[in-house]
């Protein structure tokens, strides 16, 4: 038996293969996982944050994962938690960073509205690897004719894979959590250490080769048992004290759907190199399913009868009906999350926004459904239709960015909705308790803000603006509920009214 305090850190868990930094094998290895479980098992780590009854921090980062360092650290891996954070500062500095480590950062909202395409969510479980495309190949066994290794150079080569370029939306499945924190807790394991707001979502075109293809050509094809292809990529990732590199699955048939191009092996996004924050050398890109089947930094991909038994894939992702909660939900009581339901969000105007307007209120948002439907309608505060020309072009894997103007009467606090049909008519559920579930995952109701509303189209709201002004009260300089140092109203003005409308029947 070895015992803690003899491992050695320094060479028990380090890397094996030059140009592959931050990349630790441990699913070839048994023992090695069962060591580091040990030195897991030895240490204390920080206890993970509350949020039932301590709200979110208004910091930037949000939260610090100084568990998800330490994890690390204990197993000499803290070079990782450095190089990932100096990745961020590198690709990523204006993202709003939830997590610093493993990182997770939310797309601001002007940037998700400037374009159809971004390239800027990020959503990691472990740390950053830093692989040298020059000597990176990816490794391809388990249930097919010929296990290979493949060079990224050939894979790119057009003349040995033909190569596609597909426009998809990547979308967490945690997107719009906090709605649920808010409302609702559910499970603080891990999954609410991503308190996602309506940024955890991207669009972009990717470039690579369909996975179909590499299959049959590089492989022979895969053996008649096969029915999941799993993709391990090179992070490690951490879970109730054992180790794991990162693994997910995809059923064959999503592999074989519209000529492979719906699962790709990609390693240009938007037309430049894969940044290392979004997978460089390679990553999977599952079109229409969650985020998390789309594995970064892929290095292995095993054919397999059943889905991966990895975590992410097994543990995690999982929706939950409203009639499990936290003391009967098991692994194998909640359904893997595959294609996303449609959703949506409103990004302008902001939540608790006090708006300033002449009888109509701009809204703008995503719509986004998975699993090829595209957006189909979308319905602003819940009834007006935008216009087909105030929405972007339809994809079958993409969002689609709109634009209304609702005509607004109310005066003061008015709630703000967008509801959506994708082109199987699906729709969204109407409130965050409909589609409430113990893992926080996809929240797909219609999604409301508040806004307070100041209309000057109206001759009284007008004038009250310009008073509150000349009493420096102005909407930006005081708050709502400070209540005016002037009289609304004089005598004169009243007793005409008054008197012209009388308070009380004459008879
Ligand atoms: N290897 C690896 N792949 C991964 C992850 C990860 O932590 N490790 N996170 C997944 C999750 S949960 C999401 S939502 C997407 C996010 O992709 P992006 O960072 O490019 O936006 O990557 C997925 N692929
Ligand atoms: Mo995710």
């Given at each position: 038996?070895?015992?803690?305090?003899?491992?050695?850190?320094?060479?028990?868990?380090?890397?094996?293969?030059?140009?592959?930094?931050?990349?630790?094998?441990?699913?070839?290895?048994?023992?090695?996982?069962?060591?580091?479980?040990?030195?897991?098992?030895?240490?204390?780590f920080t206890p993970i944050p509350e949020f039932q009854f301590v709200p979110i921090p208004k910091t930037n980062p949000v939260l610090i994962g100084h568990r998800w360092k330490e994890y690390h650290n204990?197993?000499?891996?803290?070079?990782?938690?450095?190089?990932?954070?100096?990745?961020?500062?590198?690709?990523?500095?204006?993202?709003?960073?939830?997590?610093?480590?493993?990182?997770?950062?939310?797309?601001?909202?002007?940037?998700?509205?400037?374009?159809?395409?971004?390239?800027?969510?990020?959503?990691?479980?472990?740390?950053?690897?830093?692989?040298?495309?020059?000597?990176?190949?990816?490794?391809?066994?388990?249930?097919?004719?010929?296990?290979?290794?493949?060079?990224?150079?050939?894979?790119?080569?057009?003349?040995?894979?033909?190569?596609?370029?597909?426009?998809?939306?990547?979308?967490?499945?945690?997107?719009?959590?906090?709605?649920?924190?808010?409302?609702?807790?559910?499970?603080?394991?891990?999954?609410?250490?991503?308190?996602?707001?309506?940024?955890?979502?991207?669009?972009?075109?990717?470039?690579?080769?369909?996975?179909?293809?590499?299959?049959?050509?590089?492989?022979?094809?895969?053996?008649?048992?096969?029915?999941?292809?799993?993709?391990?990529?090179?992070?490690?990732?951490?879970?109730?004290?054992?180790?794991?590199?990162?693994?997910?699955?995809?059923?064959?048939?999503?592999?074989?759907?519209?000529?492979?191009?719906?699962?790709?092996?990609?390693?240009?996004?938007?037309?430049?190199?894969?940044?290392?924050?979004?997978?460089?050398?390679?990553?999977?890109?599952?079109?229409?399913?969650?985020?998390?089947?789309?594995?970064?930094?892929?290095?292995?991909?095993?054919?397999?009868?059943?889905?991966?038994?990895?975590?992410?894939?097994?543990?995690?992702?999982?929706?939950?009906?409203?009639?499990?909660?936290?003391?009967?939900?098991?692994?194998?009581?909640?359904?893997?999350?595959?294609?996303?339901?449609?959703?949506?969000?409103?990004?302008?105007?902001?939540?608790?926004?006090?708006?300033?307007?002449?009888?109509?209120?701009?809204?703008?948002?995503?719509?986004?459904?998975?699993?090829?439907?595209?957006?189909?309608?979308?319905?602003?505060?819940?009834?007006?239709?935008?216009?087909?020309?105030?929405?972007?072009?339809?994809?079958?894997?993409?969002?689609?960015?709109?634009?209304?103007?609702?005509?607004?009467?109310?005066?003061?606090?008015?709630?703000?909705?967008?509801?959506?049909?994708?082109?199987?008519?699906?729709?969204?559920?109407?409130?965050?308790?409909?589609?409430?579930?113990?893992?926080?995952?996809?929240?797909?109701?219609?999604?409301?803000?508040k806004v307070y509303s100041i209309n000057t189209s109206r001759p009284a709201t007008a004038k009250r603006l310009q008073e509150l002004e000349e009493h420096g009260q102005g909407i930006h300089t005081q708050?709502?509920?400070?209540?005016?140092?002037?009289?609304?109203?004089?005598?004169?003005?009243?007793?005409?009214?008054?008197?012209?409308?009388?308070?009380?029947?004459?008879?």
């Amino acid at each position: 038996m070895v015992e803690v305090q003899d491992i050695d850190i320094k060479t028990a868990f380090g890397e094996e293969r030059l140009g592959w930094t931050g990349y630790v094998e441990w699913e070839q290895y048994p023992e090695k996982k069962a060591l580091a479980s040990k030195v897991l098992k030895a240490n204390k780590f920080t206890p993970i944050p509350e949020f039932q009854f301590v709200p979110i921090p208004k910091t930037n980062p949000v939260l610090i994962g100084h568990r998800w360092k330490e994890y690390h650290n204990v197993l000499g891996l803290q070079g990782i938690v450095d190089f990932s954070w100096e990745t961020v500062q590198r690709e990523k500095p204006d993202l709003i960073h939830l997590l610093d480590f493993p990182y997770n950062g939310e797309t601001r909202r002007e940037q998700i509205m400037e374009g159809k395409i971004t390239d800027n969510n990020v959503r990691n479980h472990g740390g950053v690897p830093d692989i040298n495309e020059d000597v990176f190949e990816l490794e391809i066994a388990g249930l097919v004719n010929k296990p290979v290794k493949i060079s990224l150079k050939d894979l790119k080569d057009p003349t040995k894979f033909p190569q596609s370029e597909v426009t998809v939306t990547l979308q967490c499945s945690g997107t719009r959590r906090i709605e649920q924190i808010n409302e609702y807790p559910g499970d603080g394991d891990e999954l609410i250490n991503a308190p996602w707001g309506e940024g955890a979502i991207g669009t972009a075109v990717y470039r690579g080769v369909p996975l179909k293809k590499v299959l049959k050509l590089a492989c022979g094809g895969v053996l008649p048992e096969c029915e999941h292809l799993e993709f391990i990529g090179a992070d490690t990732y951490f879970k109730k004290n054992n180790v794991f590199n990162y693994a997910v699955s995809a059923p064959l048939r999503k592999v074989r759907a519209s000529s492979g191009t719906e699962v790709l092996l990609a390693w240009e996004m938007n037309g430049k190199p894969l940044p290392k924050m979004h997978g460089a050398p390679l990553r999977v890109v599952v079109a229409g399913y969650i985020g998390a089947r789309s594995c970064k930094w892929v290095y292995k991909i095993n054919a397999l009868k059943e889905p991966s038994m990895g975590p992410v894939q097994r543990q995690e992702y999982l929706y939950f009906t409203p009639q499990i909660g936290k003391q009967n939900a098991k692994y194998s009581n909640g359904f893997p999350i595959g294609n996303m339901p449609v959703s949506s969000a409103i990004i302008f105007p902001l939540d608790k926004q006090t708006i300033v307007h002449s009888g109509k209120i701009t809204m703008q948002g995503w719509a986004y459904s998975g699993g090829g439907n595209w957006v189909q309608r979308v319905e602003g505060r819940c009834g007006t239709a935008v216009e087909e020309e105030d929405m972007t072009t339809k994809y079958y894997h993409a969002w689609r960015l709109w634009k209304i103007d609702l005509p607004v009467d109310a005066e003061g606090w008015l709630e703000l909705c967008v509801r959506t049909w994708d082109s199987s008519n699906n729709t969204e559920p109407t409130f965050v308790r409909s589609a409430w579930n113990w893992d926080l995952h996809v929240t797909s109701s219609a999604h409301r803000i508040k806004v307070y509303s100041i209309n000057t189209s109206r001759p009284a709201t007008a004038k009250r603006l310009q008073e509150l002004e000349e009493h420096g009260q102005g909407i930006h300089t005081q708050s709502l509920s400070y209540p005016a140092e002037f009289t609304l109203e004089p005598e004169a003005e009243y007793l005409e009214q008054y008197r012209k409308f009388p308070r009380e029947p004459a008879c």
